[in-house]
């Protein structure tokens, strides 16, 4: 069973390529045209006309279609790394976090990534289903919703729970839901419902800790004195 999603991020390249092409086909079309309509102008009457203005507007056109290709590639990397990077669902022995990166800001000369973190433990887990036309996927049961900086969200596993690297955040900061709507960007979405589904088996399998009770007894058995001997007077700790 897989414990690791990772996001799928290549819907981020086709769209990159969708842009690099019509934006690109369409500009060399206009820059085409504009050519062959400046050469007939010139070439092709007895009062050649420059046409300067047709001239400006096709560079203007063509200038404005590169600069949307290369802010539309631009994009689809920025966002292919960021998601690869923040948004995963990793599936723990007590608990499953899915993490959804949520856009950055430029703060104090640097730049601030926000994500979403829920935290679901298994033992108020009870269901993760699809949507009917299975873009998204709903959690059910009592969710842990972090939303902040992704600098303060940092954990690590110990016996199976999450514990955070800032202390505080184990017991506060965080908003509680019923129910979680994330995108399904993990693949099939099934996959990843399965997987909780299994997760949540295995933990209702764990054996509860023994508790041990310590009966009163009869009568207390007096524990004999410990003999001290006394030290000889000259003994020394000094040895040389």
């Not at 420059?50 to 400006?56: K, T, V, Y």
Request: glycine share 6%.
């Amino acid at each position: 069973m897989r414990s690791y999603f990772h996001c799928y991020t290549s819907r981020y390249a086709r769209r990159k390529a969708v842009w690099l092409t019509l934006v690109g086909s369409v500009c060399a079309e206009a820059a085409v045209i504009s050519f062959i309509i400046l050469f007939f102008g010139i070439f092709g009457s007895e009062n050649p006309t420059p046409a300067p203005e047709l001239l400006i507007a096709s560079a203007a056109f063509v200038t404005g279609g590169l600069a949307v290709c290369l802010l539309a590639a631009y994009s689809a990397d920025k966002k292919t790394l960021r998601h690869s990077r923040y948004t995963y669902a990793d599936i723990q022995l007590k608990f499953a976090a899915v993490s959804r990166y949520e856009g950055e800001m430029r703060i104090n000369g640097s730049n601030t990534i926000f994500r979403n973190l829920y935290i679901i433990p298994f033992k108020t887990f009870d269901s993760a289903v699809p949507t009917e036309d299975g873009r998204k996927i709903v959690i059910r049961g009592k969710i842990r919703k972090y939303s902040m900086d992704s600098d303060f969200l940092g954990y690590h596993v110990r016996g199976g729970d999450v514990k955070f690297d800032k202390m505080w955040l184990n017991a506060g900061g965080f908003e509680e839901i019923g129910e979680a709507v994330i995108p399904a960007v993990f693949g099939k979405p099934e996959r990843l419902c399965k997987a909780l589904a299994e997760a949540k088996e295995r933990f209702d399998e764990i054996p509860a800790p023994r508790k041990y009770v310590f009966k009163e007894a009869d009568f207390i058995r007096r524990r004999p004195k410990k003999r001290v001997m006394p030290e000889d007077l000259d003994y020394s700790r000094s040895w040389k």
